[in-house]
DNA sequence: TGACTAACCATGAATTCCCATGCTATCCCA
DNA sequence: TGGGATAGCATGGGAATTCATGGTTAGTCA
């Protein structure tokens, strides 16, 4: 399965390391351009836009989040803005060895993390979240869905 | 046949694993990418929203519930809400060479699950029942048509 | 030389794989 | 039509991996 499902709580150790679960994994290796052999997996961290949590791309994925800026003219103020707003505040990093990623300082404190985190599936990317706070939005994005009753009516009962 | 038909006990055993009916199996096998021939039967379990169950999909048919995102632009609310109330609580898995799948211990918890559980097809679906939960589901269920008068007659939308 | 970071190694627990068994329904042959 | 053989299915348990996690050593930069 080439996507991020599930919610998995894993421990931060006293050096700020998590493992990344085993399946997220999978799917890193398999969305890089070194290949699923790899030893380790790449990936891409950024502070979420829209929530205190860090959100988790894959090194193809977040290549193609960068292709808009074909579009704009190399120095045009939006080309500018969009390049900065995606890349500013982006960390690559690899997985090591063992799977585990050291998760940098103020990422950690943007999202709030203490010594449990859990790493929650939304498909193409995942979230980092405290454990409670990434159970109340869990929570609460399963009563917007309902309350929307949006389009998941394609073969599913709402 | 390609639907999940009929209602199915098994046992749980110590190791929270149980044996996917076999009627079921060739539904999953049919409906998965890998292809009938296939070893071990792919599935994606997720807690029923409405009911305490666990529900059953298909890989072919999670991935027509995910097919809706492809209409919501990737950074919308409405494609961070969906994409989490789908794939957050998800859990994508496979069957043993026997045919068992080993239950996620927070869903075994969500259904009340204890020694025995039931597997009732509905359809495209299906669902895993503490045995006198489902029981009463099912009647209920049967009770409801009946006080409606829905007549099940081709196309009748009640 | 000292602090800090990154690679390495070790361990317990949980999960998966594999083989074995009883039962039931089916098939075949008399 | 009856009885025995056969194959498929649900179940049980033990062995071997994988996984998450902790600690230790080596390496680097100031």
Chains 1, 2 share one sequence.
Not at 72 to 78: R, V
Not at 113 to 141: C, H, N, Y
Request: aromatic letters at 6%; hydrophobic letters at 40%.
């Amino acid at each position: 399965m080439g996507l991020f499902i599930g919610t998995h709580q894993n421990k931060l150790d006293a050096k700020g390391r998590v493992s990344v679960p085993a399946s997220f994994r999978s799917v890193l290796k398999k969305m890089s351009n070194a290949g699923e052999g790899a030893l380790v997996a790449p990936l891409v961290l950024r502070p979420s836009h829209q929530h205190p949590c860090i959100e988790g791309w894959t090194e193809k994925g977040f290549e193609a989040l960068g292709a808009p800026l074909d579009n704009y003219d190399q120095f045009s103020t939006e080309h500018d803005d969009i390049a900065m707003a995606i890349f500013g505040d982006a960390c690559p990093m690899e997985t090591d060895k063992e799977g585990r990623i050291q998760l940098p300082a103020d990422l950690v404190a943007y999202a709030g993390l203490t010594d449990s985190v859990v790493f929650i599936g939304t498909s193409k990317t995942f979230q980092i979240w405290e454990p409670a706070a990434g159970a109340r939005r869990l929570a609460e994005a399963k009563a917007a869905v309902r309350a929307a009753q949006m389009t998941l009516r394609t073969g599913a009962r709402a």
